[in-house]
């Protein structure tokens, strides 16, 4: 397993990153540890840094359009290439994605789909890769816009944290993705941030993740939960994409989320 270095990069490379202000995962924490997430900067440096992130070519914090939803870009970002690491995980690890910034504006679901590489997954076909979707949040309250778990994930200091069921010993790829509709109003105006990220799970868990679709099926243009007017009177919101795969909800007591439910437990 490669290791994974921090990678220090910068002032003339941040300043454009932020003047687009969408946004990229910049770093993952594991059971407390944080491991550096691919930024667009290193693909200048050479060699490449190790890094569980999967390469994409988001120089810009851009992102992919409802016209290539069906599309290789979808899976995990733009060009994207295999991560060259892993991040060790167990089942019950804590996971938490830190972007590196997410505008209020751009309002949306948040899902973390999962893929077993039954190998390398420094090496796997993402083509091949079918996946399961384990966590989804989206719209919690309100109308024009409203209040969106994109909002918590702002508060929580522009993260999302899941916990990893109990998954049998391998190496999969989770794919963490933000869906912004502040222009889903309009054709081809959803925007999709894909983030991949390889993990390599020890213990003695015995669930084995099986069966899921390709990510190139996940979505249509014409989905209502695709193009979908952010700035109306709505009074619900269809999540999109395939059905959660052993879905919980939140434990009793918890902050109450209307479209927020979690995959914490799998047994």
């Known amino acids: 397993m490669a290791p994974i270095t921090t990678y220090l990069f910068s002032f003339a490379f941040v300043l454009p990153t932020l003047v687009n202000a969408h946004g990229h995962v910049t770093g993952i ?11 667009g900067e290193m693909k200048y440096q050479n060699p490449l840094p190790a890094t569980a ?10 992102f992919v359009t409802p016209d290539s939803f ?14 060259n690491a892993y991040i060790p995980a167990k089942p019950g690890s804590k996971i938490t994605f830190q ?7 751009h309002k949306g679901p948040v899902f973390d789909y999962i893929a077993s590489c039954n190998g390398d997954c420094t090496t796997v076909d993402k083509t091949k890769l079918t996946w399961v979707k384990m966590d989804e949040g989206a719209w919690l309250s309100g ?16 993260s999302w944290s899941i916990t990893l ?3 049998a010993p391998g190496n999969y790829v989770i794919r963490h993705e933000i869906i912004a509709l502040h222009a889903a109003s309009q054709t081809n105006g959803a925007q999709a941030y894909p983030q991949c990220v390889n993990f390599q ?6 669930l084995a993740v099986s069966g899921g679709v390709p990510a190139t099926s996940f979505y249509k243009a014409s989905d209502p939960g695709i193009q979908f007017n952010l700035y109306s009177k709505f009074t619900g919101y269809t999540m999109p994409g395939p059905a959660l795969t052993k879905l ?13 439910n979690w995959f914490r437990r799998m047994k």
């Open 248 to 260: 919980l909800r939140r434990e009793e007591g918890e902050e109450r989320e209307h479209a927020r």
């Open 99 to 105: 972007w590196n910034t997410w505008p209020v504006s």
């Open 201 to 206: 799970v020890s213990g003695g868990g015995t």
């Open 143 to 158: 109308n024009d816009p409203g209040t969106w778990v994109t909002d918590n994930l702002i508060k929580s200091n522009i």
């Open 53 to 62: 992130g999967w390469q994409a070519d988001n120089l810009d914090n851009g």
């Open 70 to 83: 069906a599309k290789p870009d979808i899976i995990c970002h733009k060009s994207a290439k295999n991560g």
């Open 29 to 39: 924490v594991a059971d407390g540890k944080w491991y550096t997430g691919w930024n």
């Open 165 to 167: 069921p109990n998954l």
